[in-house]
RNA sequence: GGUACCAUAGCUCAGUUGGUAGAGCAACGGACUGAAAAUCCGUGUGUCCCUGGUUCAAUUCCAGGUGGUACCA
């Protein structure tokens, strides 16, 4: 007896492009499930700002990772492929077909190209390194990483901090070189996977961004991220929106700047998953309306 | 209708004592292996309103036109 085949289905595009909607009806015509490969709504306390489904969308399909973090949690894209592998598994006993919905690129990556294993960040280390960063700027940790790991030098973008520090702190923690642990090898995995991404002209893009943000601003955006911002230090609250709002709060900005602020970061950060999205040689484009497409091209791929 | 002022990047405006121009805000392009809605790198995108005149050379000076603003009728 002949199985059919499992395919996990990537809709991604940028922010306010309509992937909820969209993946939504395929769900429902495929009666299956949907998983968020959205970094930000994993997030429970972040409802407004990330702009979860509501819970009427929520009811209609069954959906997997959304509120399933709190934002004191560490979480990471090493930790969302573990996670995907083991639910996908679990799901693909009773679908053949699985939506993945959101637009995080390096968790798409993680998911289509597997993640390499590198020990877990000791963060001691790391926050010696961010002190020495502050303290003594760039100059000295990128001298060490020359001498530690000359491969990950030349590879990496020196005038980045995080990415420094990153190198430098597996280097220290494990006594290795960073780029000693990247295979460069793709993932087999036991299902296929299908890329589809949502596009609309950049103008129609704006609007529904400006759009949306309206309607958080209705919601109650402001009063959610009053609530949090005592913890703005954590690593979740350096979400757009948020920390908008948290420059306001602090009296940094005045109210109409914060709002003008999450307007434009919100319009680059789309910008730059777009450009993430772009790197896919095997995606798939749709515009959200063309769901017939969608739906056609997928059960295509069954075969 | 008259007088004055203005017309330069998507917007607000600088500027060039005549040698084809630059700020802010926007906008755009790119990188990415455990912080990724993070972080980092890069780009001026222009018929200087139009037509003619003076000049080696006009976005700049002059004339006319067009559009706008203010005031006077």
Known sequence: MKEKKQILVSISGPTAVGKTNCSLSIAEHFKTEIISCDSRQMYREMKIGTAVPDPEELDRVKHHFIGKLSIHDYYNASMFEQDISSLSAELFQKHDILLMVGGSGMYLDAVLYGIDDIPDPDMKIRERLILQHETEGLEPLT????????????????????????????????????????????????????????????????????KRIDIMLEQGLEAEARILHPHQGLIALKSIGYREFFQYFDGKVSREEAIHLIRKNTRQYARKQINWLKRYKSMHWFHPDDVDGMISLIAQNQK
């Open 143 to 210: 001298a060490q990483l020359k001498t530690l790991d000359p491969v990950a030098y030349d590879r990496i973008d020196m005038k980045n901090p995080k990415r420094v520090i990153r190198a430098l702190e597996v280097c220290l923690s494990s006594g290795k070189p960073f780029s000693s642990f990247h295979t460069r090898s793709i993932k087999q995995r036991d299902f296929d996977i299908l890329m589809l991404g949502l596009d609309i002209p950049r103008e129609t893009l704006y609007e529904r961004i400006d």
